[in-house]
């Protein structure tokens, strides 16, 4: 049985999250932070057998490690399980679905689409980042801390201007704080 007092809050209405974005926003930081590592190596970049959900059509993909299409499923599928109403489209990658689409002057991107209630339209967000997704995570269980891309703690708070892009979430605070870094 879970420990209580370790047990996450989730928040599911749009209000409890802009009041939680609100306060994440405007309060300082003052936990212990991790540094991460301390080197990198370069991006290597592979072929990706891509296998369009809607279509079905196979596509060899240059494969950057920002496109981590497998491990973002994998945070959206841990949002669904949480309760959240989200789902990640990968269609843009296709040569099929993309070619009947409008989009085809600028870089494909995977969208997540979410919302907090039937009675809202779905937000959509465009990112092929999975630090992004993973921020969103946290941000739903109630966490104040993420860790980074090299394993450092990243406080939530220094990162609100991604959870109001991929959130849709119009906490007028919460942009005044970004547009004033």
Same mark, same amino acid.
Request: aromatic residues 10%; hydrophobic residues 30%.
């Given at each position: 049985? !879970?420990?209580?007092?370790?047990? @996450? +809050? =989730? /928040?599911?209405?749009?209000? &409890?999250?802009?009041?939680?974005?609100?306060? %994440?926003?405007?309060?300082?930081?003052? *936990?212990?932070?991790?540094? *991460?590592?301390?080197? $990198?190596? !370069?991006?290597?970049?592979? +072929? $990706? @057998?891509? =296998?369009?959900?809607?279509?079905?059509?196979?596509?060899?993909? %240059? $494969?950057?490690?920002?496109?981590?299409?497998?491990?973002?499923?994998? =945070?959206?599928?841990? /949002?669904?399980?949480?309760?959240?109403?989200?789902?990640? $489209?990968?269609?843009?990658?296709?040569?099929?679905?993309?070619?009947?689409?409008?989009?085809? @002057?600028?870089?494909?991107?995977?969208?997540?689409?979410?919302?907090?209630?039937?009675? &809202?339209?779905?937000?959509?967000?465009?990112?092929?980042?999975?630090?992004?997704? +993973?921020?969103?995570?946290?941000?739903? +269980?109630?966490?104040?801390?993420?860790?980074?891309?090299?394993?450092?703690?990243?406080?939530?708070? &220094?990162?609100?201007?991604? /959870?109001?892009?991929? /959130?849709? %979430?119009?906490?007028?605070?919460?942009?005044?704080?970004?547009?004033?870094?």
């Amino acid at each position: 049985m !879970p420990d209580k007092k370790k047990r @996450k +809050l =989730v /928040l599911h209405t749009r209000e &409890e999250l802009e009041d939680h974005l609100r306060t %994440l926003a405007n309060t300082p930081y003052t *936990g212990e932070r991790f540094p *991460g590592a301390c080197c $990198y190596s !370069p991006v290597r970049e592979s +072929l $990706y @057998k891509f =296998v369009c959900p809607h279509c079905g059509m196979e596509t060899d993909l %240059l $494969y950057p490690s920002e496109y981590v299409f497998d491990e973002t499923q994998e =945070v959206v599928k841990k /949002l669904q399980k949480a309760g959240y109403d989200a789902y990640l $489209y990968c269609t843009e990658f296709c040569p099929r679905c993309r070619s009947v689409s409008e989009n085809t @002057k600028r870089e494909a991107e995977m969208q997540f689409v979410i919302r907090f209630s039937d009675s &809202e339209n779905y937000h959509v967000a465009r990112s092929n980042i999975l630090q992004d997704y +993973l921020c969103v995570l946290e941000f739903l +269980l109630g966490n104040e801390v993420m860790s980074g891309s090299f394993g450092e703690t990243v406080p939530l708070n &220094e990162r609100v201007d991604v /959870l109001v892009k991929m /959130l849709g %979430l119009t906490n007028v605070e919460a942009q005044q704080k970004i547009r004033n870094r």
